[in-house]
């Protein structure tokens, strides 16, 4: 009896981890299932010290809540119009936040996330239907 248990909780064991193990990501795929052509992220953001990564997540946000907003507006949902270049992201980013104490930032983040949520409202349903999202 004592082996049917160990078989028995071996297999559930070995079969829940199966199927887990097609919801976890591997390292390997970072192709994005949404316009895979998109623009690479700048590699300062990439490989921003630990200490300053507050910074790449405001222009991460800010880039994010950028494209959300242009396919809320336009009614378009196109790769160029939801993934643009990071170009006027990073620009205004060190034109207005680049002096921006931490708690500052932290500030301006809640605001991005804030605009880009209520963007994806509108887009999202628009960019499912395109098969863009």
């Known amino acids: 009896m004592q082996r049917i248990f160990i078989f028995a909780t071996a297999l559930m064991i ?9 919801f976890v990501p591997t390292l390997g795929e970072n192709t994005p299932r949404a316009c895979p052509q998109q623009p690479q992220e700048p590699d300062w953001i990439a490989n921003i010290d630990i200490r300053e990564a507050h910074k790449g997540n405001l222009v991460q946000l800010m880039y994010r809540a950028q494209g959300l907003e242009a396919v809320a507006t336009n009614n378009d949902c196109s790769c160029e119009t939801r993934f643009p270049s990071w170009e006027a992201a990073q620009q ?40 863009n999202w």
Request: glycine share 4%; with cysteine.
């Open 14 to 22: 070995s079969l829940s981890s199966t199927a887990l193990a097609q």
């Open 92 to 131: 205004y980013y060190y034109e207005h936040y680049a002096g921006l104490e931490r708690w500052e930032v932290l500030e301006k983040i809640d605001e991005y996330r804030r605009a880009a949520n209520a963007h994806r409202k509108v887009a999202q349903p628009m960019c499912e239907q395109q098969g």
